[in-house]
T-cell receptor
Framework: DAKTTQPPSMDCAEGRAANLPCNHS???????VYWYRQIHSQGPQYIIH???NNETNEMASLIITEDRKSSTLILPHATLRDTAVYYC????????????????FGQGTILTVHP | DGGITQSPKYLFRKEGQNVTLSCEQN?????MYWYRQDPGQGLRLIYY???????QKGDIAEGYSVSREKKESFPLTVTSAQKNPTAFYLC?????????????FGEGSRLTVL
């Protein structure tokens, strides 16, 4: 799986948009970009994923650059409950082989939403 | 409700003792995973299983063992050979048919070695 680079921490004011960047310059053509978040001492929670088109769901939007070497997770109206560690991961969604199923998490970005 | 249940939530162990962490899922998922998380760190893969009676080592399998006798269950044993077992352990699962790649996580088990 491709390596990702994220800033270690970011701050955001409540009610404003939080834009979390992720670099994945070695991403392969069949690798998807996934975002998870982890609130302290809980299991990670899936947010969104995409291949090359921008994606939106009830939680967030995912913007992937045209060359797919970077992406941005957007929380449009951040709340205090969005304070968490956000992980960007790239991996093959389908397929076989011994590496299938491995999902490698880096250290993520600690997002702090303040009043 | 469907989900993944890990137990116990907190566990204390004396040095030299083996301990087994339970992970049960009723999501009918084929694949299951164990991760370890240390303070301020990301998740590191210990073992994973894509089907019953089969499992693969992850990146940090030394000192751990698993079994997958039933689809619903993937217990992790932390053996006395694990040099630094104090950590937060997370179990996850996902389907193989209809797979979007999304992992479903349990709430974790925190192991402390005294």
């Amino acid at each position: 799986d491709a390596k990702t680079t994220q800033p270690p921490s970011m701050d955001c004011a409540e009610g404003r948009a939080a834009n979390l960047p992720c670099n994945h310059s070695t991403i392969s053509g069949n690798e998807y970009v996934y975002w998870y978040r982890q609130i302290h001492s809980q299991g990670p929670q899936y947010i969104i994923h995409g291949l090359k088109n921008n994606e939106t769901n009830e939680m967030a939007s995912l913007i992937i650059t045209e060359d797919r070497k970077s992406s941005t997770l957007i929380l449009p109206h951040a709340t205090l409950r969005d304070t968490a560690v956000y992980y960007c991961i790239v991996r093959v969604a389908h397929g076989g082989g011994t590496s299938y199923g491995k999902l490698t998490f880096g250290q993520g970005t600690i997002l702090t939403v303040h009043p | 409700d469907g989900g993944i249940t890990q137990s116990p939530k907190y566990l204390f162990r004396k040095e030299g003792q083996n301990v087994t962490l339970s992970c049960e899922q009723n999501l009918n998922h084929d694949a299951m995973y164990w991760y370890r998380q240390d303070p301020g760190q990301g998740l590191r893969l210990i073992y994973y299983s894509q089907i019953v009676n089969d499992f693969q080592k992850g990146d940090i399998a030394e000192g751990y063992s698993v079994s997958r006798e039933k689809k619903e269950s993937f217990p992790l044993t932390v053996t006395s050979a694990q040099k630094n077992p104090t950590a937060f352990y997370l179990c996850a699962s996902k389907p193989t048919s209809g797979d979007t790649g999304e992992l479903f996580f349990g709430e974790g088990s925190r192991l402390t070695v005294l």
